[in-house]
Each structure stands twice: as structure tokens, then as C-alpha cells.
């Protein structure tokens, strides 16, 4: 892995905003990084390759029982980039879906700091990695008749983009005729709308990553890779947010909603008070009790 878990949790502490001051003394105690990483880490059930680069890779959490099993398409975050987070950050909530009964696939992509990444190989890294499920799918004994797909973060819009690839233009690079079927998305603390996220500077990621994900030189860059654009997806969209999330800016999910709402998509949002962003991605909070709750219908 490129990230050992100190080394992540030090580099998902500089996307936050200094400690509030003592002044703040009503404001809720939320969890760090540290707090998560620190767990003992579970292990998956297998591990599967999509390609040669090292994080081209899906690890395959399987519960027990014959199957088939219900399955989650499940997407970390980081802001786009590898230095900063891998799908081992989603390992605890993995594990979580496993001893409920569900099969998670937890997928890894080259981040655009990585060589190939970018685009337009981080989508098709997320696309491929998806797509691998189909193939594998009776091997595991994993059932396709209802896929759901979660991210967090930015790995929140790629598993709304996921579910998006059927409304691709047909001219991009990332169009495919057959792409794996998502029934029902969840994004927890997302950040789907690409041109929002690069004209918000407040937001935890920053701007110049967005140039770098969408690439530049073409004529409309957020034509195939923002997922407003690509509205109606005609699946349930589920979004949950914490209200204190210092990383992104909760008008991101209104704004969202309200757009994919307007556009005959059922959307929703649920908003979680006194929490922030690792809140989300840890069992036992209720914002993943909520997101749980979510992937479950």
C-alpha cells in the first residue's frame, strides 16, 4: 500500500482547518483521522488485480454463508490523490457491511498524482475496477440484481459518476456499452459537482485538483466527468452529510440535491448534527448508521 496508517492519518490532518478556538466551547468533540486509523485494521477475504499498477487493485470483503450475497460498490476518498488515502481507509466500514451479510467491493484507483492518473485514467480505473464485479461476480457467488455503491468524499462523486456511465456521451473516451449496473448510490460528504468544487476555494480539497481530474485542452472537460451534467441518472441517490464537516462545504449536498431533484431523479440528503467528516467512514456513529440504514433498502 502507499499509505501506512500514520502517514495517512497525517496527510488527511492537513486537509483540516486549525482547531477552533476555546472560545468555541459548545462546539461537538469530533473524531480525527487518528481516531479511525488507530483501530485495529480487519482484513479482507481476497484481493483481486484490474491491472498492473499497484492500485489497480479491489479487495473483496465476503460474509458468511453460500450466497449469493447482496454486494456494495464501495469508493474511497482522499481529494482525488493517492499520497493522500487508498480503499484501506474504508476497511473498518467494510467490515462493518460484511457482518451484516453484505459483500463489499472496495476499490482503488490511480489518484492524479499517481502516473496514468488523472483523466482520463482515474475514471477509467474506477470504471474497470466496477466492471471486474460482473466478472467475478458468480465465481464469488455475488448477486447483481441490485448493486448500491458508496463513496466518501470525493470517492463520493465517483460512485455517483459510477452510476452515471450509462448517460456518457457516446463520443467519450469513457463511454462503454455494458458498464455495470448501480441500482442505488449513497455519497457520504461528496463532492459530485466538479465545476462547484473548483470555484469553491473553501472547500477541503482545493481547486487545482479539479484541472488535473477533468483535464484540460478540451472543450468542455466536465462534459463526462461531473456528475451534473450527466442528470438524470434515473437511480435512488442518497446523500449524507455532517453538519459540522470542516472539509466540505455543506452547500455542496443542497445544491446537489436540489439539482438532481430538479431533473426527476429521486435524491435526498440527510444531514447528521455534531458531525464531521471521519464520522461518516467509522462504525458505530450515527452518521453510518444512517448511511447503513441507506444501502440497506
Request: hydrophobic share 45%; proline share 8%.
Amino acid at each position: 500500500m502507499t499509505a501506512r496508517p500514520l502517514s495517512l492519518a497525517i496527510a488527511l490532518a492537513a486537509l483540516l482547518p486549525a482547531a477552533p478556538s476555546s472560545a468555541a466551547m459548545t462546539a461537538p468533540t469530533l473524531l480525527t483521522w487518528a481516531d479511525l486509523t488507530k483501530r485495529p485494521r480487519p482484513e479482507p477475504d481476497a484481493t483481486l488485480s484490474y491491472g498492473a499498477d499497484q492500485m489497480q487493485k479491489v479487495d473483496l470483503w465476503l460474509p458468511q454463508g453460500k450466497g449469493p450475497h447482496r454486494v456494495v460498490v464501495m469508493v474511497h476518498g482522499g481529494c482525488w490523490q493517492t499520497q493522500i488515502a487508498d480503499r484501506r481507509l474504508m476497511d473498518w466500514i467494510a467490515d462493518d457491511l460484511r457482518r451484516d451479510g453484505v459483500a463489499v467491493w472496495n476499490i482503488d484507483y490511480r489518484g492524479v498524482d499517481r502516473p496514468g492518473g488523472g483523466y482520463p485514467g482515474t475514471f477509467a480505473d474506477v470504471a474497470a475496477a466496477a466492471d471486474l464485479l460482473t466478472a467475478s461476480a458468480r465465481r464469488y457467488a455475488l448477486d447483481l440484481g441490485h448493486v448500491a455503491a458508496v463513496g466518501h468524499s470525493a470517492g463520493g462523486h465517483l460512485a455517483l459518476w459510477l452510476a452515471a456511465r450509462p448517460r456518457l456521451p457516446i463520443d467519450s473516451p469513457l463511454h462503454a456499452s455494458h458498464p455495470l449496473r448501480i441500482d442505488r448510490v449513497v455519497s457520504l460528504g461528496g463532492l459530485p459537482d466538479l465545476e462547484a468544487t473548483a470555484a469553491s476555494p473553501d472547500n477541503g480539497c482545493g481547486t487545482d485538483v479539479v484541472a488535473r481530474l477533468v483535464g484540460t485542452g478540451r472543450r468542455d472537460p466536465y462534459a463526462d466527468t461531473s456528475v451534473p451534467r450527466l442528470l438524470p441518472l434515473g437511480v435512488p441517490q442518497a446523500l449524507v452529510n455532517g453538519r459540522e464537516d470542516r472539509i466540505i462545504p455543506y452547500r455542496m449536498a443542497t445544491d446537489y440535491v436540489a439539482r438532481a431533484t430538479a431533473a426527476g431523479d429521486a435524491a435526498t440528503l440527510t444531514t447528521v448534527p455534531a458531525t464531521g467528516h471521519v464520522e461518516l467512514i467509522a462504525p458505530d456513529t450515527a452518521a453510518w448508521a444512517a448511511a447503513k440504514a441507506l444501502l440497506m433498502k
